[in-house]
């Protein structure tokens, strides 16, 4: 599973659009688009903001490898579920 894919998962677990999970991590709409739809890798800054927001940074370890760690509080969402997490 990729990394946009992964980012959509989460996107839908939350419930958020584009222009919520821009907000939440305070930034710029047009890249947070392209990194969903997979157009742009994303930069560090964003992941940084991503792995230090409150609520979303429980996915950190499974947006970046696709792995989990259950014990740290590192989780998938459920909808990704359709492609097993590891």
Same mark, same amino acid.
């Not at 222009?19 to 969903?36: D, K, P």
């Given at each position: 599973?990729?990394?946009?894919?992964?980012?959509?998962?989460?996107?839908?677990?939350?419930?958020?659009?584009?222009?919520? !999970?821009?907000?939440?991590?305070?930034?710029?709409? *047009?890249?947070?688009?392209?990194? %969903?739809?997979?157009?742009? @890798? +994303? #930069?560090?800054?964003?992941?940084?903001?991503?792995?230090?927001?409150?609520?979303?940074?429980?996915?950190?370890?499974? !947006?970046?490898?696709?792995?989990?760690?259950?014990? *740290?509080?590192?989780?998938?969402? %459920?909808?990704?579920?359709? @492609? +097993? #997490?590891?």
């Amino acid at each position: 599973m990729s990394f946009d894919t992964r980012l959509r998962a989460i996107i839908q677990e939350e419930r958020y659009s584009n222009q919520q !999970l821009a907000n939440a991590l305070s930034f710029n709409l *047009s890249a947070t688009a392209n990194y %969903v739809t997979g157009q742009k @890798e +994303p #930069c560090c800054q964003f992941l940084m903001k991503f792995s230090r927001h409150d609520y979303l940074k429980k996915y950190t370890i499974w !947006l970046l490898t696709g792995n989990i760690e259950p014990r *740290s509080g590192q989780v998938c969402p %459920v909808f990704s579920t359709q @492609e +097993p #997490c590891v």
